[in-house]
């Protein structure tokens, strides 16, 4: 499969703009893909955010990911589902979703990506690559070299998330790596449209 150059993350929490403008506007720049993510939501919320994001995504043939909750994902109708070290395993995952849908791994050193390779994962992350506000209790920075040597060795889409901006995204590009997941930059920023196109220029495309 073929991530998408720019993956942007919908976190309406941290969001300047709503859900309905935020998918019009990715979808009128010719982004692809794009994920729910909402960590403080309970289940009723999540789930209706995620029927809400479906319906709109639908409208202009963009793919869903829903973040952490394999169950919020098939229920919803989501292409799928991106899931973390502590939620469920990629295979359980994936039995839940059903095979022909989308899964994500998320991986924060070259142990965790080598296994993840081994998975039924469709592609898979890495981070954070710089210092990020997004999580309450991140991660350890992923240190450049072994960013390098994680792209050396692992042939499976990797997309780089944490603390990405416009300003230091071209280097992640740089060192191989086929997409770049972005939330704070992105949905926080006034003029959405200014800023993908800043994104787009730095992944060269």
Known sequence: MQLPRLYPIIDL?????????????????G??????RDKKANSRQLFA???RGV????????????????DIAWLSGADGVHVGQEDLPVEHARRI????????????NLAQALEAEQSSADYIAIGPVFATTSKANPDPIVAWEE??????????????????TSQNAAQLFDIGL????????????????????????????
Do not use: C
């Not at 086929?178 to 196109?197: E, F, G, H, T, Y």
């Open 13 to 29: 929490e941290i969001s300047l703009h709503p859900l309905e403008y935020l998918i019009g506007e990715f979808a009128a720049a």
């Open 31 to 36: 982004l692809p893909w794009v994920q729910l």
């Open 49 to 51: 955010n995620a029927q």
């Open 55 to 70: 319906e709109l995504a639908r409208r202009h043939g963009v793919t869903v990911i829903v973040n952490d909750r394999a």
């Open 97 to 108: 979703v059903g095979p022909e849908k989308i899964v994500g791994y998320s991986t924060h």
């Open 147 to 164: 960013l390098r040597e994680i792209r050396k060795r692992v042939k499976t889409p990797m997309v780089a998330i944490g603390g990405i």
């Open 178 to 205: 086929d997409s770049v997941a972005v939330i704070r930059d992105l949905v926080s920023d006034p003029d959405i449209r200014s800023k993908i196109r800043q994104f787009l220029t730095a992944a060269g495309a």
